[in-house]
């Protein structure tokens, strides 16, 4: 069973820092795009940040500057460093992965991991 597994997340105070990770576990074919997205309490989940398979980046502008997203394909890990965090950073952070099966299966599908709640006091 394909998983992703998320970690890092935590309570900082404002202008402090977090790593999140997402690791896919399973047996898969190959990882295309990866990213973060986030919800925050009654808002609708918005993206962060994106990585493709040749580390093309895409972030969302409210954190241009302040978080750099990674990847290592070895580790089928994507990272997300958040620095100069704010009060409006809270929210539940969600890895998404764009997975390929199997050789035969030559279509990507969506995977989600659980959610890791990122909170900024001020």
């Known amino acids: 069973q394909v998983q992703l597994v998320e970690s890092g997340g935590g309570l900082v105070q404002a202008g402090g820092s977090l790593r999140l990770s997402c690791a896919v576990s399973?047996?898969?074919?190959?990882?295309?795009?990866m990213g973060w997205y986030r919800q925050a309490p009654g808002k609708e989940r918005e993206l962060v940040a994106t990585?493709?398979?040749?580390?093309?980046?895409n972030y969302a502008d409210s954190v241009k500057g302040r978080f750099t997203i990674s990847r290592d394909n070895a580790k089928n890990t994507v990272y997300l460093q958040m620095n100069s965090l704010k009060p409006e950073d809270t929210a539940v952070y969600y890895c998404?992965?764009?997975?390929?099966?199997?050789?035969?299966?030559?279509?990507?599908?969506?995977?989600w991991g659980q959610g890791t709640q990122v909170t900024v006091s001020s």
């Open positions: 998404n992965a764009d997975l390929r099966r199997s050789a035969w299966r030559f279509s990507y599908d969506a995977y």
């Open positions: 399973g047996s898969i074919f190959g990882i295309n795009n």
């Open positions: 990585i493709t398979s040749s580390t093309i980046t």
